[in-house]
Each structure stands twice: as C-alpha cells, then as structure tokens.
C-alpha cells in the first residue's frame, strides 16, 4: 500500500514469530491468501463497514494464519489518533540536527504521521530512557541517532513491530538500518586537499573516539597521511569533548612548541566554530579544513573550506527507510552510506606560513 | 512537595471544579485535612505500602473533600513510566531554539522528566494537532512556542490538569503563564543606537507581522524613529516570510534609489543572515544591527552588532515555573518578561556612508 495515498496501517508479524524482517508478510499477503483486494483487508483491519460478515471471516482467518495481529499503534490509530514518528537527537542545540529535523517532519507530514523529538544529551542511558518512553508512548517507528554503542534493549520493541532505522551513527549490537554519511571518505578527501596545498603537519582535532563519526573521521585522517607516506605524530591528534576550552586547549598546543602544525582538519562543526576563532588570533596564518558546513562560512576571512555532509538527506533517507519498514515492503537491514562534499573557499588552500 | 527530591507526583482539580488556578488545593492541602505527613499522602495516592487501613481512608476522604482526582499522567507514573514534559517548537531548523530546548530539557532532567519536542512549522493546524497529540500522549505539562494565535482548543487539556507554559509568544484567547523577551524595548535601543550614530534613513526588515514578536519589534522600531522625531517612510519596512529570496530582496529595494537607507535593523536571526551577505555585495558601507545573536558574529568584517535574548533564560524560566504550576504552587497566570542586551561589534556603530 501506498502511504501518500491512503491511511496508514500497520501490521506486525507475531510475536511468535521472532524476527522481524525474515519473510514479514504484507497485506498483500494477506489480501492473496484470502482471495479479496487489498481494499477489503484494509475495511476489516480498520473495522470499516461495507464488508460482508462471510467475506471478513475469510480475511481473520487469513490473518491468523498467517500469524498476523494489528500492532499497538494501528488500534491508536483506529481511536482516530494521529500516527507518529519518533526522532532520538544527541543534542537539541547542535545546528547540524536543524536540517536533518527538519526533513525528517517533511517527510512524516507527508505521510500524515506526527514527528516527536527527544535528545539523549550524548548519554548512552538517557538515550535508552527516552527510546523506551517514546514506545510506551506508541510510536509507530524511530529515527535514532544513537548515544550508546549497545541497542539489545531494543530487541523486544523490533519485536512487537517498532520500525527503527539509525542515522548518523550505526546501531550497536543489534541488526538494524543505518543511515551514514562517508565519515571516512569525506575527512580523507579534506586531509588530502591539505596536503595537496603543501601542508605535512597536519593536526586533527575531534569528538570523543567512542563516538562512531569521530573515529571513522580520524581514520579518514590517518589514511590521507598514510596515502602521502607522511607519518603522524601523537601530538598532531586530539580527540575528546568539543566545548570550547577543552577544543582551545587543543589547537593552541598544536600551534606551538619548535615544530607547530601549518594546518588543522576539524572533526565536526563544534571543533570549527571554535578552531577558526583561535586561528584568527595567531600571527602567522594557518590552513583550515572542518568537517560539517557551518552558517556564515564563506563571510569569514578566509572563507571556510569543509567537507560538507548533506543533513537533509541524510534525515529523509533515514525516515524514507522507515516508513518502507512500516509497509512491510523491506526484507532485511541495510547500511546506506551518503557520499560527502569539499567545499573550498580560502581557508582550506593556504600554503604552509614556513 | 519539591520535585528535585521526591518523585513527580500529580494532582489535579476535578474537572467539575471548572477553574484550573483558581484555589487550586495542593498536596499539603489533603495533608493538612487528613492530619497526616505529605510522604503519608504521597504513599496512598501511589498506592505504595506502609499506611494503615484507617489512614488510607482518612486521606481519601480528604481527596473526596477537597475534590481532586490523580491525573492520567500520575496513573502512568504508577505504571513505572517516566513523567514528560511536551515541547512545541515553531521551527526545528532554527538556531534560537537550539539553546532554548536545551535548557527546557536540562531543567525537566534535573525534576526526573523527559522531554519530547514537536515543531509546528509556523502553522496554526499543526500547533494545534501537535498539542492534543501530546496531550492524548499523557505528558504532564506543556511549553508552547505558538503559531497560533486562538488556543480555546486547549481549554479541556487546561482544566484536566495539563500544565502549560508559552513562551517566545503569547498565548492567544485563554489567560495562560508567558515568557517573553522584551521585544519592544529592545528593538528600540538597537534602532536608538543606529541614530545614535548619525542615521536617519533606516530599515527594518522583519517577520510575518502576524508573529507577535516581528510585531513587537517593529513597534519599537517606530518607537525609537518617534522619539528622535524621525518620519518614516513606508518603503523603509518589510514584514513577510524570512527566506533567503524575500529578504533579499527586500533590503536591496531599500539600499537602491534616490535616497537609500544608511542603516539596516533586522527583525530576526533568519533575516539577520541573510542581508549581512547583502550588506556584504554592496559598495557603499551600511550599518547594520540585528534582534538576535548568531554564532561567529564576532569574527565577521566588521562585527555584527545585536540585540541578543537570552534563549536559554526564556526556557529555563518557562519549564521552571512549570513545575511550579504542577507541585500546585503557583496561583494566576503571569506575563514573565526577560530583558535583551545590546552587543556592539563594529556593524552598529558605522556612520552613515552619505
């Protein structure tokens, strides 16, 4: 069935069942087994007149032998509430979440399903409070940028038909769609335009390296380095919390000493705001290369060169999954991985100061 | 009670009481009828052991008297689930509400709530639907940025006991708590100090006038013109949509002409970004301030000069008094207005380039 079109139900195998994506009947299924249109399924599941008594046995018993039950959120939808979706952020004031938001409320709007935000605050068990709740709330399916690295407390919820994709960052220890960008690619192809300006000592300030886009981002680092044959030093790398003293601390350290970076790759858009305020501080000029477009970029002195991930995107891939999940049309997990862009603008193209 | 020790717990008036602050009977109340401590009261209506048969009766008697019922909300929280607090945005892309939510959500964190979010897009329907969807998700309490500006749709949530905040924007056609900034007075001390500096020919470029605040705003823009004894020509304002193609346009109809503006005040952040790049093409200087800080505005050439909110204030005063609404301490609703603060960076304080 078609969302954009009709109402949107939901069905769920049994929990009996066990998996979730393994040969997951549709309504089809139930449609072809009962020898009626899909229509007549959807008057019976939804209690609608216009069936005959004979005709709605036919389709309960194809239901039931099928394994099927209606889940928790179509009986809320028969209540005549509004279907929802369920988006996890890692932190509510990070800009780059505004776009990905955003196109994950387009999306739903255009499936008549109602968005509902929580942020886990970058907490492994805050993120499992709010999934939880989002549940017992009845979400039809979730959007989850993960601040944990273990998702088994999903289990049950996958069961009992929770659609869920991640994006962003993988799921951990579960099987489950996941939404990415090209972390690795894109932070090699920004290391690599450095180098290709004449920079060798080339610093990379990150996220935490539990943090799944930190890490790939600093492998992109290391591979540009290793691609070149130039070897890193330890103290060319910096990885932890992207508050601006902890971030100052960094580059500032990397800046001095006898042999001082001629260049820094930002991790992410946090690590940049701060990064290009310490950069126009310095006497000598510095290249620049961050992770993440940010607002007003190409107004700075110099213009800022980054390697831009497509936010957007990313959320209408991730929700787009989602309600593919919700029809019952997808077999089994996928990774989509979304490709990265260098946008260059100044900062990113200025020769080594020595 | 004090919900930073003890676990939320919520009563609310009978419906049949019509009035939702009017007298509204706390906690202590039923304490002080039954003759017994809060924790007694705390335990029964929990149903927690602990408490002799007579004295359950005792206090049940003083709940009958008094006429209060346990709302939804704290039925769920005897079901284990989390107490939540409903926030409605207007705009998930839109930096201002970054560190507004967050603050809204660290308060209800430190008061064991969660915090789900919505975002009506400015529209009036979706405000609304959003609303009584987390209203029939048994949140406990509401802080509503309107887009709306007619909520009797929320009166039945009201007097079932549903705390509600608004914030950012008043609300429309019932008496409800309000967190505002001091729109007006700011917009005149941004426009005051452009005239402070020598300009008489200023714009001001804002939002759908329909938005309280792009309302306010322009009101202390002419306030200020006023007390300077300045006439303002209509071609010197625009009110509409604040996308990029709009303002665009509209500041560069008022920098071309016989007698251009020297000076430019924007109504909003959005419009803030947008004819700084403007500002940026042109040939001659022009001054510039803008209602609301955005990141990076010191780095940029010149500065930009603001009027800035305190964001994180408007949420945290709006969720704190909240919670006072739902421990049953506060007694009328009240308009809470936040002071701005004027940051000069070099924009503002351009004298007028004829």
Request: proline share 6%; aromatic share 4%.
């Amino acid at each position: 069935m078609d969302h954009r079109t009709g109402p949107l139900i939901v069905l769920e195998p049994s929990r009996l069942a066990g998996t979730r994506y393994g040969n997951r009947p549709t309504m089809k299924d139930v449609a072809a087994r009962a020898g009626v249109g899909l229509k007549t399924v959807s008057r019976v599941v939804n209690g609608e007149p216009g069936v005959t008594p004979e005709t709605e046995r036919r389709v309960q018993d194809a239901i039931e032998a099928l394994g099927f039950r209606r889940n928790d959120s179509a009986r809320v939808l028969r209540k005549g509430r509004t279907a929802s979706i369920g988006l996890v952020l890692e932190d509510l004031a990070d800009p780059f979440y505004g776009p990905l938001s955003r196109a994950v409320e387009e999306v739903a709007r255009a499936h008549g399903a109602l968005l509902i935000n929580g942020s886990s605050a970058e907490d492994p068990e805050r993120e499992q409070e709010l999934v939880l709740a989002l549940c017992a709330r009845r979400v039809d399916g979730l959007v989850i940028i993960p601040a944990g690295d273990d998702h088994r407390y999903l289990e049950p919820e996958l069961r009992a038909g929770v659609a869920t994709v991640f994006v962003d960052r993988p799921a951990g220890r579960i099987d489950a769609d996941v939404v990415l960008s090209d972390n690795h690619g894109g932070a090699r192809d920004g290391v690599a335009h450095l180098i290709a300006h004449g920079h060798r000592r080339i610093g990379f300030i990150g996220d935490m390296p539990r943090i799944h886009t930190a890490a790939e981002r600093l492998r992109g680092y290391r591979a540009a380095m290793e691609d070149a044959g130039i070897p890193v030093a330890e103290a060319w790398m910096s990885l932890g919390a992207t508050d601006p003293l902890r971030v100052r601390r960094a580059a500032e350290e990397m800046l001095s000493g006898p042999s001082p970076v001629t260049a820094i790759f930002a991790g992410n858009n946090r690590v940049t705001v701060t990064v290009i305020r310490v950069l126009a501080e310095q006497r000598r000029q510095v290249a620049f290369v961050g992770f993440d477009d940010i607002e007003l970029a190409d107004l700075l002195q110099p213009g800022v060169t980054v390697v831009a991930q497509d936010a957007a995107a990313l959320g209408r891939t991730a929700v787009e999954r989602l309600f593919r999940q919700l029809d019952g049309s997808l077999i089994a997990p996928e990774k989509i991985e979304l490709p990265t862009r260098l946008i260059t603008r100044g900062s990113g193209e200025l020769p080594p100061a020595d």
